[in-house]
Every structure is written in C-alpha cells, then in structure tokens.
C-alpha cells in the first residue's frame, strides 16, 4: 500500500490550502484514514479522521470549524481542505490509513503512511 500526500505551500494567515492523498495498493473504501501533522521540534498530533466510506467524520479541537476532511473512493484519494489558516498550523502533514473502516484519533491505529507534504503559514 502506496500513500502519496501532496498539496503543501506557504499561504499567508487566514489563507486556504487544499492537501490531497492518494491511495494505491489496497480497496480504499475499507480503511479509515487520517491526517496528522508534525511542526519544528514538537510531537507528531492528530488533525482530522474519515471512516472508510466517508460517513463519518472527526476533527481536533485545534482546527475544528477550519478544516475539512472527505474522501473520493472511486478516485482512491482523500482531501483536507483548509481555511482560515494560522501560523500555529504551520507543520509538515501526513496522511495514514487503517486496516479497518472506523475511524481512529491515535496514531498508533494507523498501519501505514505517507511521506509528508508541508505546509507553511506565515502570519
């Protein structure tokens, strides 16, 4: 299984930027999957999570009302579209999925990864 995140750039505060990432490998529509982000010398956290067919849906406190994530089966890719950026979102962003459809906030759930695409907000 092949996850190829992309989508990133430096946008200025209270822009939007739209991440993708495609799947292959795997029948997409079994697995959750997840966004999670990573910024300079902090841990790894969770961002957004989508159930395997897209029913159901779950966001951090930190970009609930901001983001949004969803999912296109039949094209194997998922998206995170985001407005109303800020600086505090600045980090480099991955995409992971899970064996099974429901959707998880650990990343520990998650079996397999991106590579990362990073997004840079400057205020």
């Known amino acids: 299984v092949q996850l190829q995140a992309s989508g990133g750039g430096l946008v200025q505060a209270g822009g939007s930027l739209r991440l993708s990432c495609a799947a292959s490998g795997r029948t997409f529509s079994s697995d959750a999957m997840g966004w999670f982000r990573q910024a300079p010398g902090k841990e790894r956290e969770f961002v957004a999570a989508?159930?395997?067919?897209?029913?159901?849906?779950y966001y951090a406190d930190s970009v609930k009302g901001r983001f949004t994530i969803s999912r296109d089966n039949a094209k194997n890719t998922m998206y995170l579209q985001m407005n109303s950026l800020k600086p505090e979102d600045t980090a480099v962003y991955y995409c992971?999925?899970?064996?099974?459809?429901?959707?998880?906030?650990?990343?520990?759930?998650?079996?397999?990864w991106g590579q990362g695409t990073l997004v840079t907000v400057s205020s």
């Open positions: 989508i159930s395997g067919i897209g029913d159901i849906t």
């Open positions: 992971a999925a899970r064996y099974y459809s429901g959707i998880s906030y650990y990343e520990n759930n998650y079996h397999y």
